[in-house]
Every structure is written in C-alpha cells, then in structure tokens.
C-alpha cells in the first residue's frame, strides 16, 4: 500500500527537510495550535477543522466564519475569495506539504497541486452530479473520496479495506488519510490502520456523537457531528 512504500522511500529525502524546518515547525506548531484552541474557546462552536503538525491549522465555525494560523498563502486567499462571495466552506484538507483542497456549496471544489488521479475523480464525480461528502489525502499520493453512495481511493487495497468496514459497520461516512495512517467513519463503528493515536480511539469508543467530521496529525485530534458538537485533544 503506498501509504506504507511511499514513507519508507521518502524518509531519506526528508531528514535534511525535517532538520531546516525545525525551528520554524517548533514556534508555528505551538502558536499556531493554540491560536485555533482559543478561537475554538472563543466562539463556543468548531464545525470542522483542518490541523497539520508543522504547516499550519484553521478552524470553521458559524455560518461562514474561519479562524486560521500558518496556513499557506494560496489557501489564505483561497478562503478569503469564497468568504467574499458568501461560499459555505464545508471542509478543508492541508498536507504537511502545502497542498490543499477545499469542498464548498453542494459540489464546489478549490485546490492546490493535489494528486492528478484525485482531481480526476473528483471532476468525474462533479459531471456525475454525485455530492462528494469527504475528500482526504496526503503527500504520498493515497487519497479517499465519499459521496452520498459511493466511494473511491487511490489504491486497491485500501478500497478493500474500506470494503471490509463497509460490510461491518455500514454506509461509509467520512475518512481522514495523513502520511502514517488511515481513519475511516462508519455508521456504525470506525476502522483505523497506521499511527492512530490512541486517545482518538479510546475517545471514539466512549463519545455520543454521531461521528461525520474526523482530522488527526501525529498525537493531535477533532472529530464533530453534522450538527457541529465536537471533541478534540490540540
């Protein structure tokens, strides 16, 4: 699966890239993750976030309000031009890379440098006029995307793994895919695969919500319902 191969060839290439980014990943992550915890405090409401570990974090809440810390410059003024035209940002997905993609209206897309085979999908569902619900990927190149009857991926086998949940726990509902693990949203339960932490499983085991919204990046979490109760641990 290539969210297992493709971390093991880029971890060499990214040891220099970790070591530069250091400092700054230091300063942003904790600024940038406290600012988004008393925006969330301050508001009283977080319908969906998007977190990273060292490039930057955002919070929506409201009916078209975002709160946003180190995001890059593109997704700024992505966010700033749907704000204008009175958009509804529904989700937004940022990689520890930069890229990113935002999911507004019924079936509205913005993105930045996503994986071709993802931006295929998402145009073949668009022309299909099936409402994409969730769309997840990470720098690797593996990718999910929900619609309201249907699901893709990237790769085979982690279509048959979300089949297998599937089968499980019924309608597919949200995923979240980040660059060492997998998070799929069921009906009625949760499939994990990779470096999920284990206080967002434990917090799924015990929550009321009805899970639709679902982000992790390393050790930090959110999850919320369509109705924007939440939880989280940043």
């Known amino acids: 699966m290539k969210i297992q191969l493709k971390i093991k060839k880029c971890v060499a290439n990214k040891v220099l890239a970790m070591a530069a980014c250091l400092l700054i990943a230091v300063s942003s992550y ?13 508001e009283g409401e977080c319908r969906n976030v998007a977190i990273t570990k060292n ?8 009916r ?19 704000n204008s035209e009175t958009k509804y ?3 937004v997905q940022l990689t520890e890379e930069g890229r ?18 993802l931006e295929r999908k998402l ?21 999910i995307v929900i619609s309201h009857d249907h699901y893709s991926s990237s790769d085979s086998r982690i279509s048959g793994w979300l089949k297998e949940g599937n089968e499980e726990y019924g309608q597919l509902w949200a995923a979240c ?3 060492d693990a997998i998070v ?34 390393g050790t930090a979490w959110f999850f919320a319902d369509k109705n924007g109760n939440y939880q989280y641990s940043m």
């Open 30 to 42: 904790g600024q940038g993750r406290t600012y988004i915890r008393e925006q969330i405090r301050k």
């Open 55 to 62: 490039n930057g974090d955002l919070m929506l809440y409201g």
């Open 64 to 82: 078209n309000g975002c709160a946003r810390s180190g995001c890059p410059q593109s997704l700024n003024e992505a966010i700033t031009e749907l």
């Open 89 to 91: 940002i529904d989700d």
């Open 100 to 117: 990113w993609l935002i999911l507004w209206g019924n079936n509205g897309f913005r993105w930045n440098d996503i994986p071709y085979s």
């Open 123 to 143: 145009r073949e569902y668009n022309e299909k006029s099936e409402v994409v619900t969730s769309a997840t990927f990470n720098d690797a190149g593996d990718w």
């Open 177 to 179: 895919v980040t660059e």
């Open 184 to 217: 799929a949203v069921y009906a009625s339960g949760y499939k994990f695969l990779g470096n999920v932490p284990e206080s967002l499983k434990d917090a799924l085991r015990k929550t009321k919500l009805d899970v639709f919204r679902l982000k992790i990046a």
